[in-house]
Structures are given as structure tokens and as C-alpha cells.
């Protein structure tokens, strides 16, 4: 697999893992067993946004991008998205903490984990042994943007980048 480009099919076999939130679990330090996010199989009947960040809780990743597609839900679902999953490559145990720790407690938006970067490697986009931070769109199975940001910043990734091409 390369980079995708728009118009690309999403590829099969894309598999993350997430602890999906349960009030009963609600609290950061509460823990749940991880489950596979058959993305594949996901964004074949849903319009998708998929962002990837380098880290859980650094700093733009948490005061900047993730906070910007969490107060912008309502633009998001009225432009058609499903779904915003949020991938990094930490476990699924930091991406549900993370989670939790805004505030998210529904399905709208997951943060699931890149198991061993295993897909952002595949598409050549990573930094170093992290996850690069960068969005795709697919809209029921197809790619419909998809960009990397080629520096330390948020020009493509962001909330209102995203906004702009749906």
C-alpha cells in the first residue's frame, strides 16, 4: 500500500483496536478490554473522517487538533460524517483515556489505536516510530481527501481543513 489519493478505494484489512466507552467504565483510570475497529468494513456504510496524530495528550495533538474536531461536532455530522475516528500509535488503553479525558462518551467520535503503526507505515506516513499526523476522508469506501501535513502544523489536518472539502 502507498499514500492514498482521492478517488482510491480504501484498503481492505485496516484493522485498529478501542476500548469503546461504557458509562460504567466512564472515569479515566477505568479500564476496558480493547476490541478490533474493522475500518475496512466500517467505511464501506459510513462517510468517515480518520485523523492521525503523533501522540495522546502532547500538545498540539491535545490543545489544538483533537479539541478542534471535538467542538465542532455539530459542522461535522451537519456536513454528512458518521463517524470521526481518531488514530494514534498509542494502545488502546492511553487512546480510551484519552477519550475520556475530553469528555467524549459516544461513538461519534472514537480514539482507537494504530496498532504498531502498522497502517500509517503502510502508507509511508509516519514520524519515526510515531503515527504523522494527517486526515482522510472516505465516503462510503471511497477516498475522498487526503492529506499529510508536511510540517510541525495543523494546514491540512484540521478541523476546518477538513470542513473545507466536505
Known sequence: MTALKVGDTFPE????????YTPDKGEVTACGMPITYDASKEFKNKKVVLVSVPGAFTP????????????????LKKAGVDQ??????NDAF?????????????DFIIFASDDETKFSTALGWTMGPRT???????????VTYA?????????VSSVE?????L
Open 13 to 20: 484489512d485496516v484493522k485498529f483496536s478501542y476500548v469503546p
Open 60 to 75: 498540539t495533538c491535545q490543545n489544538q487538533h483533537i479539541t478542534g474536531f471535538i467542538g465542532k461536532i455539530a459542522d
Open 84 to 89: 470521526v475516528v481518531v488514530i494514534a500509535y
Open 94 to 106: 492511553v487512546m480510551s483515556a484519552w477519550g475520556k479525558a475530553n469528555a467524549v462518551q459516544d
Open 132 to 142: 504523522a499526523r494527517y486526515a482522510i476522508v472516505v465516503d462510503h469506501g471511497k
Open 147 to 155: 492529506e499529510k501535513e508536511p510540517q510541525r502544523t495543523l494546514d
Open 161 to 165: 481543513s477538513v470542513l473545507a472539502k
